[in-house]
């Protein structure tokens, strides 16, 4: 593999990659949020990755990553008596979003490491470059 298809598969996970903290970062800021516009409490969302075949120039296929798709996780959300809260129902029980933010934390650091792993394949991989063009010299 050379390096400049190394850096594109990169740089193809670092794209998923930050799409899955902007996922996870929406996820922990409604956390709270217990009316959407759509009607009810805000649904948890989660990201998939897909694989997927990418042709180089030499005509081999390499395999890359992809955001698949971010959908609900349809789990339900706890309910919390709190007959002051404006959504609370004739029981006094609130619907409240199924995000459990010590789980989105996890998520979030996972994500940021890979992420970093995969900055740091890229920053070697230019190094690794630039090394090889001051061997010509």
Do not use: C, W
Not at 93 to 101: I, Q
């Amino acid at each position: 593999m050379n390096l400049i298809t190394g850096i594109d598969l990169s740089a193809d996970a670092l794209s998923a990659q930050k799409t899955r903290l902007d996922v996870v970062a929406q996820n922990i800021a409604n956390a709270q949020t217990t009316r959407t516009p759509e009607g009810g409490p805000y649904q948890r969302q989660v990201v998939s990755f897909e694989t997927e075949l990418m042709k180089r120039s030499d005509g081999a296929t390499v395999e890359t990553v992809k955001v698949g798709q971010i959908a609900p996780d349809r789990t339900p959300g706890q309910q919390v008596y709190n007959p002051q809260h404006p959504d609370a129902g004739p029981d006094g029980m609130v619907k409240m979003p199924n995000v459990n933010l010590a789980y989105e934390m996890v998520d979030l650091i996972t994500a940021s490491r890979a992420y970093e792993a995969n900055l740091s394949f890229v920053k070697n991989a230019r190094t690794l470059a630039q090394k090889t063009l001051d061997i010509g010299k």
